[in-house]
């Protein structure tokens, strides 16, 4: 009966180390496959955002609510949920108050407001004009205690400020393989951030842009861990049955 329980222990540690490998094939071949241009996610202090399609606007004229969409200076919030906002259509376009069709995509927010408040001058006196882009987000996902996707309003964002929103990291963090995915149109570029590089934080506190998605991968361990959190209960209650029966 002993012997039967060491054999099925040994099949089962065998059967995980199989798999084990097979996930460490599989995350050489992926790695292999993936193309990292850590060089394009250098700090760039003159970043500005850039307006896109699908993007939602709120347009804020003090003391002209019949100009403003999502007024900041209203009674109610001009976030996502009241829904006031305009949509950047496919053509790069919004339908803004009195002003009509409006090419707005390619435009950074200060070109956006200076040309709004050029426009309005010609009805009002020193009009006072704000734009918000209100999709702006970050995205993390993995071994974190909160994921998911966070709204940001400021121009820079970095990586550890992200970490910070989330909680912070679970046991199970791969801090050595965290990875930074950016789309620029039709391509996706890839940096991999090894966190427990402690020597160059500077470097790895990068700026991350609206849309960036930020993976926190778990150490291969992990499942190994689960598997035997469930083998010992039930190796223990076995053997506790066999020394029973070996009893009488």
Request: with cysteine; net charge neutral.
């Amino acid at each position: 009966m002993k012997r039967l329980i060491i054999l099925t222990l040994l099949g089962i540690l065998l059967n995980s180390c199989a798999t084990q490998n097979l996930l460490e094939q599989s995350k050489t071949t992926l790695k292999e496959q993936i193309q990292v241009f850590d060089s394009a996610f250098a700090y760039d202090s003159t970043y500005q955002y850039v307006i896109r399609r699908d993007d939602k606007v709120s347009i804020s004229v003090w003391g002209q609510d019949d100009l403003s969409v999502g007024s900041t200076y209203g009674i109610y919030n001009s976030n996502e949920v009241y829904g006031k906002w305009l949509m950047v259509d496919a053509n790069g376009s919004i339908e803004i108050p009195k002003i009509g069709s409006f090419n707005a995509k390619g435009l950074t927010i200060i070109e956006l407001k200076d040309t709004l408040r050029s426009r309005f001058s010609e009805w009002i006196v020193n009009p006072v004009v704000d734009v918000k882009i209100l999709n702006r987000q970050l995205s993390i996902l993995g071994e974190v205690r909160d994921p998911g996707v966070y709204d940001i309003d400021k121009e820079y964002n970095s990586l550890f400020e992200l970490f910070s929103r989330c909680g912070g990291f679970e046991n199970y963090a791969n801090l050595k393989y965290v990875k930074i995915f950016r789309q620029e149109g039709p391509h996706v570029r890839v940096a991999t951030i090894n966190l427990k590089d402690y020597g160059v934080y500077l470097s790895q506190n990068i700026q991350l842009l609206p849309s960036d998605i930020v993976v926190v991968p778990s150490r291969k361990y992990k499942e190994f861990d689960k598997r035997i959190s469930v083998i010992i209960p039930f190796t223990s209650a076995v053997t506790s049955a066999a020394i029973f029966m070996n009893a009488f």
